[in-house]
């Protein structure tokens, strides 16, 4: 992500250090993480300490300090899924894709992450790829849907 | 300013308004022990061990006396048989983080805490904020800063303004009460040497 948009970002929320999160929730939905160097821009441009910006990206889930994949794999790990087999739709995509909850495979095209309930219970086990819902998965399914991605 | 008459202890202390218990307390020359207190920083509340009972009008509540304002006719009381058994508690939680802090180890001597009452989980930091506050309201350098959330919340040095503004400085460092702020400082030095190299 290239600076001028990062500053863009910026001057769309007029500099302000209140709108902090905003900004930070604007370059985390374009780029998918939050560089160290986006971090610093936003600090010098709002005049927010560094330890301020730090604590902010660090706290919330949201955001992610490392690079993301180009899709975000979500697998629910809810109690409804869980009994319906959720843990081996997730070992399913744990072998097709190669990475494990929290991980990023080496040329960024999936990240991995577990979630604890996605509300949608009846369609469990559920597996979420970039906020897009696939239901009632079963182990041989997820591979027609992770060839859907590239 | 409109002078408060409250009860501290039984006995009868004149304060201001806006002042906390604590101040009121300490003025009083009433000891109350605090880990996360400091005369030139914001309250902050974050150790809970200046916790005292406080009684209005027949209404008990437990509070933290460093945040807590003064009122006129609050009777305070600051060591009873219940707020002994607290703070042992507190310490002992503390002290699983940072079994071996002196400051922690003479509040265990005094309220009879158990070192190893709880499973250790050595992060030596006990969240006290003292370096945090400093470096940010004292210093305005805002070297030092929380980082993560709930169990794994840790302080973290920003290497770039360490590495110019702490080695003339170190005014935290004495103010820790758990050494834990040091060990993080080497520990940022030393990745900042080893950067440079």
């Not at chain 2, 304060?15 to 109350?32: C, D, F, N, P, Y």
């Not at chain 2, 009381?77 to 003479?106: C, G, W, Y």
């Amino acid at each position: 992500m290239d600076k001028e948009r990062i500053d863009q970002i910026i001057d769309k929320h007029h500099s302000d250090p209140s709108s902090l999160i905003q900004i930070l929730l604007d370059i985390q939905a374009e780029h998918h993480w939050l560089p160290k160097e986006a971090l610093e821009q936003i600090s010098e441009r709002l005049q927010v300490p560094m330890t301020r910006v730090q604590h902010i990206a660090t706290f919330y889930k949201a955001f992610s300090l490392v690079p993301k994949g180009r899709h975000q794999i979500h697998i629910c790990m809810g109690t409804a899924c869980h009994v319906r087999g959720a843990s081996r739709v997730l070992d399913t995509v744990e072998g097709l894709t190669g990475i494990k909850p929290g991980e990023t495979d080496l040329d960024l095209k999936f990240s991995l992450e577990t979630v604890n309930c996605l509300g949608c219970c009846a369609l469990g086990p559920v597996l979420e790829i970039d906020g897009k819902t696939h239901g009632k998965m079963a182990p041989v399914q997820t591979a027609d849907v992770l060839k859907n991605y590239d | 300013m409109s002078e408060i008459l409250l009860k501290i202890d039984g006995k009868e202390v004149k304060a201001r308004e806006g002042m906390t218990v604590l101040e009121a307390a300490q003025r009083a020359g009433i000891s109350i022990p605090t880990l996360c207190h400091h005369e030139k920083l914001e309250p902050y509340g974050a150790c809970r061990l200046c916790i005292v009972e406080i009684d209005m009008r027949g209404w008990k509540k437990l509070v933290v006396s460093c945040l807590y304002p003064v009122a006129q006719d609050l009777v305070v009381t600051t060591k009873s048989e219940k707020i002994n058994r607290i703070r042992k508690m507190i310490v002992e939680l503390l002290l699983a983080h940072a079994p071996d802090a002196f400051d922690l180890q003479d509040l265990a001597r005094e309220y009879g805490a158990d070192r190893d009452r709880f499973e250790k989980e050595s992060s030596f930091c006990i969240h006290c904020g003292l370096c945090v506050r400093y470096c940010a309201e004292v210093k305005k350098k805002h070297a030092v800063g929380f980082v993560n959330r709930g169990a794994n919340r840790e302080i973290s040095f920003i290497p770039e303004v360490a590495s110019k503004e702490c080695w003339n400085c170190k005014e935290c460092f004495p103010l820790c009460p758990t050494e834990a702020l040091q060990a993080a400082y080497v520990l940022t030095e030393a990745l900042m040497s080893h950067t440079r190299q």
